[in-house]
């Protein structure tokens, strides 16, 4: 297997991974807007059947071209599901999306559901087939292990999570600004303290700006020093209090703090 997964990184290097044709929306604003239709192409939607209807339920990142990334709190064995790539707008038809249900779902093993807090919140679903890539339909880069952004790195939230607390979910692809909180500031007693932990990354805090119910799974984009685009986060939590209550800021899986496993998993399935 170490062969095809080595071949599924050089693909995603030589289509260029984390260059979207469409350039995302460089937004200052203070809220969450619109993404440009398909400027993070490596996002999809996570969504499960209802009585015949399927129903979006979270974010996730596309690594590889049967490979995604979302978190380990997203996925219930219970229900059944599909990945939608190459979406903008949820309620519409797109020219360029599809939609594959998963042939296998590895959740972290030392994943807990009742402590949030203990991390490992990961998981990766092997898709049935492989994506066919487009202008619409990107592979997202995994940036190298042990990567620590700066506190304030300038990160992009993505995803279709509700507008505010308790609002609706959006029905198109929203962006906000959200600038790293490091592991010193998001530790502090008044912010999340014991609750963060160093494999998790925290964004945001002012208050204004945060992930939502719906953007879980979702990546928390950044751009290199060579103008290539990073998933550095997979979104975990947030505040009971509210999702953009001051100093919670949303926390996320770091993704450098699982090169290894994720590696390990794509060898071994």
């Given at each position: 297997m170490i062969p095809i997964v080595l071949a599924s990184v050089l693909i995603a290097g030589a289509l260029g991974c984390g260059k979207p044709p469409v350039e995302p929306l460089a937004s200052r604003v203070v809220n969450g807007v619109e993404a440009r239709p398909h400027s993070w192409p490596w996002q999809i939607s996570l969504q499960y059947d209802k009585d015949g209807e399927w129903r979006h339920t979270c974010g996730g990142s596309l690594i590889a071209s049967n490979w995604v990334m979302t978190a380990a709190h997203c996925i219930n064995s219970k229900l059944s599901y599909r990945v939608f790539v190459g979406k903008h707008d949820l309620v519409?038809?797109?020219?360029?999306?599809?939609?594959?249900?998963?042939e296998?779902?590895?959740?972290?093993?030392k994943w807990n559901p009742i402590f949030v807090a203990f991390g490992n919140d990961i998981a990766l679903i092997k898709l049935s087939q492989p994506v066919s890539v487009s202008d619409q339909v990107q592979f997202g880069c995994i940036p190298p292990a042990g990567t620590v952004l700066p506190n304030l790195y300038p990160c992009y939230i993505t995803g279709w999570g509700r507008l505010s607390t308790g609002g609706p979910i959006a029905d198109k692809l929203q962006q906000a600004l959200m600038p790293l909180a490091d592991h010193a500031t998001c530790s502090q007693p008044d912010w999340w303290g014991?609750?963060?932990?160093e494999t998790m990354v925290c964004a945001g805090g002012d208050g204004i700006v945060a992930g939502c119910n719906g953007d879980s799974g979702g990546p928390l984009n950044c751009k290199n020093s060579e103008g290539v685009?990073?998933?550095h986060g997979v979104t975990?939590?947030?505040?009971?209090?509210?999702?953009?209550?001051?100093?919670k800021p949303t926390v996320f899986t770091r993704v450098s703090a699982f090169n290894d496993w994720i590696d390990q998993v794509m060898m071994n399935n």
């Open positions: 519409e038809e797109e020219a360029g999306s599809q939609a594959i249900r998963p296998k779902i590895i959740v972290h093993e014991i609750a963060v932990r685009w990073e998933v975990s939590f947030v505040s009971a209090l509210g999702c953009n209550y001051e100093k």
